[in-house]
């Protein structure tokens, strides 16, 4: 198998294991999490330096989950990596559980980077972190998932204008641009508009991808690995649909968040596992 | 009566945080385009890599801060008390309060002495919005030399995020030089039998007027500073208030939520004693100079007379 075949499988497992936790917990957020199951996938199995046994091993890659209702995408990868028992998965969302229903670094779970479920706040912890960075001279990158709905927080705007400010080239945004939130679709909510024109208006090296196209992921991570020096952060915005690879809950605002039945659980993973 | 000898805490803070820098240089600098005005410009100046402007933008700045004490960082972020607590409230919470991130919050332009500015700039909400959240530990320092005992106690504070609370209006001095400094931080500066006068910030040497008043009328008060609001010293509080029997608060803040709460709450569970609470009652302040404003909503030595007296009926 070529590598990205092998990408493209991992990714189809973490969707399984996204589903069944959230089946298992009876309640959660599906719609992102498998949103950007391909985008974290390709980080996590290809090009963020970390170490599962070394949580806090000084030099690694930052990844911070901004829009952190999406976490059980990233749990699943973390699980999958050992950062954790598989055991924990079947705990999300349960009282004493590490995997809370918005993640933290409150409850100590090895390789969640910051507290979130606020939107508009994790990129904020990102930019101190890529500032430290600097301020230390070290060669570790920090990158962050925010979504196309946190853009409609000013918080965000805010720490798009001090990472151009402090030249954090070593900052890497990926945008979910779904362009769905909790109360339907973005265009309605409340239009974001060409917000891939937006961050580059603020300053900031615009990769516009196909978030499911791993040759457009892959391409925009190695544009990424040569931006030191460039002194502008990078933001990845990602069309990506809500739901991807549900075909019952794909670009459907209600499957922001809710837990699928037992049916619909078996119906997802027989969808999810024929395309693979 | 002798002219008080004042000097500014928010100077104080800005030359210890000098001071603290030199030593040590995980401490970084923030503030939201208040440099100048919360005497962080001292650092600036002195360590320009290390500071950081980020604009008038302070729910970001409190992020930022968070990301850099996660790397490793000792990050102070200050402006006015109400662009610190109030403004980015939930940022604090989210991302400093919750996982427990040791950002040092110095916020000066609290309670009613800023003056002139008025009542959108009159912090007097600040202790009650900060200590209400688990992990925040919140300080008023009685002076300039209290505060410079205090930046150097959270210099070096990694347990969880402080609040400190400071002024703009030099404040009047009630130590000769900096005293010591350890959580949780209430010391008795005046002796006394009859009732407990506990204070913080502004209010501890307006409080200690009042006592040599009330002396002369042949009442005992003991005065409390009452320097960390939290963590409360619950030892020293129950110790006087055991022997007084009767109890008043004074603060530069609303009645509700600050340091007369505290008090009120620790004593209701443990010792339940009549308590007079001296602040600013339940309203917003207003443009004026800041010692007519303390006079107007009043924060006199007077008015603390009078409630002593009336406690002791």
């Known amino acids: 198998m070529d590598s990205i075949t092998i990408l493209k499988k991992k990714a189809t497992e973490i969707r399984c294991n996204v589903l069944r936790m959230i089946h298992h917990a009876k309640s959660g957020h599906p719609g992102g999490a498998l949103g950007m199951a391909d985008i974290l996938t390709v980080l996590y199995y290809r090009y963020l330096r970390h170490d599962p046994l070394r949580p806090d091993w000084e030099e690694r890659d930052r990844f911070l989950l901004s829009n952190g209702h999406t976490c ?201 596992l024929v395309v693979s | 009566m002798a002219e008080t000898r004042r000097a500014m805490t928010r100077e104080a803070y800005g030359r210890a945080l000098l001071e603290a820098g030199k030593e040590d240089e995980r401490i970084v600098v923030l503030t939201a385009d208040l440099a ?12 320009p890599n290390r500071f950081f402007n980020m604009g008038v933008a302070e729910p970001n700045m409190m992020g930022v801060a968070a990301g850099l004490a996660m790397s490793g960082k000792r990050p102070f972020a200050s402006t006015f008390a109400i662009f610190a607590a109030g403004k980015p409230w939930e940022q604090i919470r989210q991302v400093i309060a919750y996982p427990r991130v040791p950002v040092r919050i110095v916020a000066t332009h609290a309670g009613l002495t800023v003056g002139e500015d008025g009542a959108s700039h009159q912090m007097l909400e600040d202790i009650g919005i900060m200590r209400i959240l688990p992990n925040m530990n919140v300080i008023v320092p009685a002076d300039a030399n209290e505060t410079t005992a205090v930046v150097k106690f959270i210099a070096r504070f990694d347990a969880g995020p402080v609040y400190v609370r400071l002024s703009r209006a030099p404040s009047p001095v009630v130590f000769d030089e900096p005293p010591p400094f ?31 008043r009330l002396a002369e009328e042949k009442i005992s008060a003991e005065v409390i500073n009452v320097s960390s609001i939290k963590p409360l010293d619950a030892e020293t509080v129950i110790t006087s208030v055991t022997k007084t029997n009767a109890a008043l608060t004074v603060e530069e803040h609303q009645i509700i939520g600050g340091l007369g709460s505290a008090i009120c709450e620790l004593l209701a569970a443990e010792l339940p004693t009549r308590v007079m609470r001296i602040g600013v009652q339940d309203r917003f302040g207003q443009s004026g100079k800041a010692e007519q404003l303390l006079s107007y909503y009043g924060l006199s030595e007077q008015q603390i007379v009078v409630g002593a007296k009336e406690v002791l009926k």
């Open chain 1, 72 to 272: 059980p995408v990233l749990y699943a990868i973390l699980a999958d990596q050992k950062y954790f028992p598989d055991e924990e998965i079947w705990k999300l969302r349960r009282l004493g559980g590490m995997l809370q229903g918005h993640p933290s670094t409150a409850w100590e779970v090895p390789g969640i980077e910051v507290s979130s479920g606020s939107l508009g706040n994790g990129l904020s912890v990102a930019v101190g972190m890529a500032m430290a960075a600097k301020l230390d001279q070290k060669g570790y990158r920090v990158f962050c998932q925010i979504s196309d709905a946190e853009c409609q927080a000013g918080q965000t705007w805010e720490a798009a204008t001090a990472a151009v400010h402090y030249r954090l080239d070593n900052l890497c945004i990926f945008l979910d641009w779904n362009q769905c939130q909790i109360d339907g679709h973005t265009e309605e909510v409340m239009d974001v508009g060409d917000i891939a024109a937006k961050w580059a208006a603020f300053g900031w090296r615009v990769h516009e991808i196909d978030g499911h196209n791993y040759d457009e992921i892959i391409a925009a991570f190695d544009s990424f690995a040569q931006t030191a020096g460039s002194n502008k952060p990078t933001l990845f915005a990602a069309h990506t649909i809500l739901g991807k690879g549900v075909s019952f809950m794909e670009d459907d605002p209600n499957w922001h968040h809710g837990a699928p039945n037992d049916a619909q659980l078996k119906e997802a993973l027989a969808s999810l």
């Open chain 2, 36 to 47: 100048g005005s919360t005497h962080t410009k001292y650092f600036a100046d002195a360590f």
């Open chain 2, 182 to 212: 350890e959580f949780p931080a209430a010391t008795v500066l005046s002796p006394g039998n009859d009732i407990s006068i506990f204070a913080c910030g502004n209010m501890v040497s307006v409080a200690l007027e009042a006592c040599r």
